[in-house]
């Protein structure tokens, strides 16, 4: 599983591409993908829109990138692992992935392929659905803070305490369920709400918590032709929910909220990756991109034992080596 140093030795016989990228150290590797998944980054942008990016990577990769890209997934799922093992073993950072995206946009076969290699004791996936009546009794964040991930793990949330601004914010018969007590119902309240969760994740960073967000964005066509997939296909019927249609119709008003998510929550220590998701394999692509970025910023290192420590390893070794039987 480990990939070694110098080179990452994996055959490549069918195309130069793959030759090209397989035969790259993990450093430049890594290089790479910082500079592949800047291009979808959003750090602070007061113009941001989302009409300025692409649904379809506009590279078009063909059949032979198909294999290029397979291959480069495979490798930086790889090299998560390898990080994530050592910020285990490091126990101060942690890393705090969200998903966020409009139905079948792929959330969860992106978290499934992109998480595949690493190891499950050090990760945790939660998804936030509707709120539960225990959890309407509390503030919006109340919830996602109990599964913010503790030092040396990843957290992954499957929609998170960004639906309060998106699925809250469309329908606003929701905010209306929420308890609020009226007077603090005012036209500001996205705009405080959105104030509330920047400067949460700056808490969340100060803490050694850093926070990725990932934006799949899907186009409506895209949507379309992967839902009648699942009413198409019986393994992907249970997919399927009426709920997704209604959705659907409130497109331009998701857009919208989204948009101004984006706008007013990404920072330079908590980016959004806006990442097209018309096609999967490329949204993974991106996604493993944009968490290796973030794992290495964190310069990860196994931790030195002193040379005490080393002599005393030595000692035990000796003792194991000289015992009978
Ligand atoms: P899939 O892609 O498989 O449909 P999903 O994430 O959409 O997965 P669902 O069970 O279909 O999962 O939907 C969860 C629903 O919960 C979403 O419609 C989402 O908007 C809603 N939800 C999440 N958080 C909140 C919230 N704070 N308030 C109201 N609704 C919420
Ligand atoms: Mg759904």
Known sequence: MAIRKETIAVKATENSRITAI???SSKEFISRAKKFSKQYRVTSDKKFKLKDFATLASEDTGKAGNRFSQQSLQLGVQLIAE???KMYAGNNWSLLLIFQAMDAAGKDSAIKHVMSGINPQGCEVTAFKAPSAEELDHDFLWRCSKKIPERGRIGI????????VLVVRVHEEILKAQKLPDKLITESIWDDRLNDIHNYESYLNRNGILVVKIFLH????????RFLERIDKPEKNWKFSAGDLVERKYWKQYMAAYEDMIKKTASDKSPWYVVPADNKSFARMVIASAILTAMDSMKLA???ISDEQLAELQRLKEELVAEKG
């Open 302 to 304: 196994y931790p030195k």
């Open 83 to 85: 990080m994530q093992d």
């Open 22 to 24: 397989t035969e790259l």
């Open 157 to 164: 949330f499957n929609r998170s305490y960004y639906e309060e």
């Open 218 to 225: 899907v186009s409506k066509k895209e949507q379309k032709k």
